[in-house]
């Protein structure tokens, strides 16, 4: 297959080479398929040796030159489980390649097809920074505009949505991006691009001209984001964002997926030609989401509503505000809390400041609901907080979102 002419270490990694490894995998869920061959065929596109095992019992694992491996696997650079049991993985000898990860999400979508999960295509595709730039552009003629729209593939009359996706330090942002909507979570035309230090998102919802269905209160009852019945109204983009993460955390764990530091920032949907003003909500709201949960991961400017006018002020005057420098020194672990658990400390509050009871916090964050309370009552000692009095819990939900706001600066780039 194609794909097998890839060895992607020596690609750069880019959202263009993000795209080629789904669409090889794509090339798989097509034609015919067992276990051997996607072993071999991922060992040949990764440049090391790949296993798998499905939850009834079949198993493969082969080298890159397509010999297969006996035996249990060597040295597991990277692995992902499957439900309710196997996984696949990677054993590459030194540190994981800068594509292993979506790799492995990727083989771990097709091992599903093999043990009976459908599948439906939903491939963003990588698009010239250019062309994108020349859309969130409000310097250029509207003319030049459309006809960047038109090679885009997107439609001149439908509205669009933008969005801003912040990576881990270190990383490729536009991959990243990639990475996340590659597993399908949202419905649409999906164009990706980095933006300077952004992954720019342009989505164009099938639905044709108006927002049906994307409305900031079309979420499922435990997003958190809105009332509604899910099964009357579809999810919306910021739903459908969490949801991908959600699954992501779940399938490499708790921990690895609080850690893994993306964050996503969603405008509103307009005409195309005033693309640039959801790119400018995407980059505010992206200004109050915290890496950590799905739920603080992703801020959506609609949901925001005039909180989002939070974002017009001064840095300067944020950092200053005590509450806010309180809660700061309380994060940074300024009073005597163990390494990381500052962090720990705030993820409790905005948890319980957004539902408002202790065992859905409890819920949200995988903890027992004691643990919960303990954290909680650490930061009402030491910020002079009650937070079952509803008054104090908006002042904390406010302050959180200021230190957010101020930690993130004025302008997150991106144009």
Not at 89 to 100: C, K, M, N, Q, V
Not at 216 to 232: C, K, L, V, Y
Not at 311 to 335: H, N, S
Not at 344 to 354: K, N, P
């Amino acid at each position: 297959m194609k794909g097998l002419l890839l060895r992607l270490s020596a690609l750069d990694a880019d959202a263009a080479t993000a795209v080629r490894v789904i669409a090889h995998f794509e090339a798989l869920l097509g034609g015919g398929l067992d276990p051997a061959s996607l072993a071999r065929s991922t060992a040949g596109l990764a440049g090391c040796p790949a296993g798998l095992r499905l939850p009834d019992g079949r198993s493969a694992r082969s080298g890159p030159d397509g010999v297969a491996l006996p035996g249990a696997p060597g040295h597991v650079s990277g692995r992902v489980e499957l439900e309710p049991a196997g996984g696949v993985w990677l054993e590459r000898a030194g540190a994981p390649g800068p594509f292993d990860e979506l790799v492995l999400e990727w083989m771990a979508i097709t091992a599903r097809v093999l043990a009976g999960r459908p599948w439906q295509s939903r491939v963003p595709q990588a698009a010239d920074p250019a062309l994108v730039e020349l859309v969130l552009s409000g310097r250029e003629d509207a003319p030049d505009r459309v006809r960047a729209l038109r090679l885009l593939g997107l439609s001149p009359e439908a509205p669009l949505r933008v969005i801003a996706v912040a990576g881990r330090p270190g990383t490729d942002v536009g991959m990243e991006a990639v990475a996340l909507l590659g597993r399908g979570g949202l419905r649409g035309t999906v164009r990706v691009a980095r933006a300077g230090s952004l992954g720019a998102v342009l989505v164009q919802r099938p639905e044709g001209p108006g927002r049906k269905g994307d409305a900031a209160g079309g979420g499922s009852p435990d997003d958190g984001a809105g009332g509604g019945n899910s099964s009357d109204r579809p999810a919306s983009t910021a739903c459908e964002l969490r949801a991908a993460l959600r699954e992501r955390v779940r399938e490499r764990g708790t921990a690895h997926g609080t850690a893994q530091g993306i964050r996503v920032g969603v405008g509103g949907a307009f005409d195309p030609l005033e693309a640039r003003t959801s790119w400018s909500q995407a980059r505010a709201a992206l200004r109050f989401a915290a890496a950590g949960s799905p739920r603080d991961a992703v801020a959506d400017h609609d949901e925001l509503g005039p909180v989002a006018l939070l974002a017009d002020i001064p840095v300067e005057r944020l950092r200053a505000q005590e509450d806010v420098r309180r809660l700061g020194r309380l994060a940074r672990g300024e009073r005597g809390e163990r390494a990381g658990h500052g962090g720990e400390l705030l993820a409790a509050l905005a948890a319980f400041c957004r539902t408002g009871s202790l065992r859905q916090a409890a819920g949200e964050l995988h903890l027992h609901h004691s643990s919960v309370a303990a954290r909680l009552t650490h930061v009402e000692k030491e910020l002079g907080w009650r937070l079952r009095d509803p008054q104090d819990r908006f002042r904390a939900q406010l302050a959180l979102y200021a230190l957010r706001l101020a930690d993130g600066g004025e302008d997150l780039g991106g144009g």
